[in-house]
């Protein structure tokens, strides 16, 4: 991954992992943080990848292969789709904008080559044209209108449809307010180019920038899931909520479509997207992959241990404090206090219910058509 322009700019520490090649933070991440929810910051993303699909057939072809409806959609109008494999896996996601010639997908960096391939695979006769663009432009993003402060787009702005249930999806969470209704995320493709210049205003004090740990904290707080943390070869989209935003139960047959269907339809997801609140007196944040445990009484006073998860995703909220999303058993008791095993710690984590551990089948929701795209 080569670094990105922006970690030149002043007080700018490098990320590791899932987003090697961008900043963690630029030297105070909560204040990053408060800057980047109230609409002052932007964050450098040019560690994703951007795939170009063009010609008259991109929106149908696209339609029949994605979770999304995605057939009619206006230029200038975002969708999130989900590429999923013959069981219901999901295999790549897409935060998708069409411009009225070309949609632009943008997904993790280590996907966009493998997107791009499979894509390519499927053209067979009809019109269209796919190409890896990511080391030409690269991804900036912000809330509400941080990204005034950033270069022009190539394309129009992606807004992220994470905010509300869209048409056609299905959430289980049972909040009344779902902490998404103000996720307002928009994410610009802009020339590689552009990002040296950014970082010269940044330098000098006209914009400003947020990190990655400022970013992945607000993330989690929305509960809002990421291919690069929350996804495995196992993850089907129910066990994340992803049917809210990035499945429409409506549209005809795609790869996967009859997992979707049995387990909305018919039973439970296998797994379950948590949100942990962990106890901070040890200033200890979980790392992605860390054990989630479960102590189970055996009534000779020493408790059993049983793994029952495992953190995805972990940072410290400016308001929650240390906070992580977690997948864990469907079974786990919505109660039950957990243990997170963290850096050779047990850290105490209180859980709170995003899939819930008793999501029945739903009943009602529109049944999912068999054959043929809807019109």
């Given amino acids: 991954?080569?670094?990105?322009?922006?970690?030149?700019?002043?007080?700018?520490?490098?990320?590791?992992?899932?987003?090697?090649?961008?900043?963690?933070?630029?030297?105070?991440?909560?204040?990053?943080?408060?800057?980047?929810?109230?609409?002052?910051?932007?964050?450098?993303?040019?560690?994703?990848?951007?795939?170009?699909?063009?010609?008259?057939?991109?929106?149908?072809?696209?339609?029949?292969?994605?979770?999304?409806?995605?057939?009619?959609?206006?230029?200038?109008?975002?969708?999130?789709?989900?590429?999923?494999?013959?069981?219901?896996?999901?295999?790549?996601?897409?935060?998708?904008?069409?411009?009225?010639?070309?949609?632009?997908?943008?997904?993790?960096?280590?996907?966009?080559?493998?997107?791009?391939?499979?894509?390519?695979?499927?053209?067979?006769?009809?019109?269209?044209?796919?190409?890896?663009?990511?080391?030409?432009?690269?991804?900036?993003?912000?809330?509400?209108?941080a990204l005034a402060q950033a270069p022009a787009g190539a394309a129009p702005d992606w807004a992220d449809p994470w905010a509300a249930l869209q048409r056609g999806g299905h959430q289980y969470a049972r909040e009344a307010e779902h902490p998404a209704s103000a996720w307002r995320w928009r994410e610009r493709i802009v020339p590689a180019a552009a990002l040296d210049g950014l970082a010269a205003e940044a330098a000098a004090g006209r914009v400003r920038l947020a990190g990655t740990l400022a970013l992945e904290a607000l993330r989690i707080a929305a509960w809002r899931p990421r291919l690069a943390a929350e996804v495995d070869e196992k993850t089907v989209p129910h066990e994340l909520d992803w049917l809210r935003s990035a499945v429409d139960l409506g549209k005809g047959c795609y790869k996967g479509q009859e997992t979707v269907a049995k387990v909305l339809n018919l039973g439970r997801p296998p797994r379950?997207?948590?949100?942990?609140?962990?106890?901070?007196?040890?200033?200890?944040?979980?790392?992605?992959?860390?054990?989630?445990?479960?102590?189970?009484?055996?009534?000779?006073?020493?408790?059993?241990?049983?793994?029952?998860?495992?953190?995805?995703?972990?940072?410290m909220h400016h308001e929650l404090g240390p906070i992580a999303l977690a997948v864990v058993k469907r079974a786990v008791p919505a109660g039950l206090e957990l243990i997170v095993e963290a850096h050779g710690v047990d850290v105490a984590a209180a859980q709170q219910e995003i899939v819930p551990a008793d999501a029945a089948s739903a009943v009602d929701v529109p049944r999912i058509p068999r054959l043929g795209p809807r019109a």
Avoid at 40 to 62: E, F, M
Avoid at 285 to 293: N, T
Avoid at 297 to 313: A, F, I, K, N
Wanted: net charge negative; hydrophobic share 45%.
């Fill in 1 to 145: 991954m080569t670094a990105s322009p922006l970690l030149s700019v002043p007080g700018a520490v490098p990320a590791e992992g899932r987003d090697a090649g961008i900043a963690a933070h630029y030297g105070n991440p909560l204040v990053e943080q408060r800057e980047l929810e109230a609409g002052r910051a932007i964050v450098d993303l040019s560690n994703r990848g951007v795939v170009a699909v063009s010609g008259p057939d991109r929106l149908g072809w696209l339609h029949s292969m994605a979770s999304q409806a995605l057939q009619h959609l206006a230029p200038g109008e975002s969708a999130e789709a989900l590429f999923l494999d013959a069981n219901g896996h999901v295999e790549h996601a897409v935060h998708l904008v069409d411009d009225g010639e070309t949609a632009w997908l943008v997904v993790e960096g280590s996907e966009a080559a493998a997107l791009a391939g499979f894509l390519d695979r499927m053209r067979f006769m009809l019109r269209v044209e796919v190409a890896d663009r990511s080391a030409e432009f690269a991804v900036i993003g912000g809330f509400g209108d």
């Fill in 272 to 315: 379950r997207l948590v949100m942990l609140h962990l106890d901070g007196s040890d200033t200890i944040l979980p790392e992605p992959g860390d054990a989630v445990v479960a102590l189970k009484d055996q009534g000779d006073g020493e408790p059993e241990r049983r793994t029952v998860g495992r953190v995805t995703s972990a940072g």
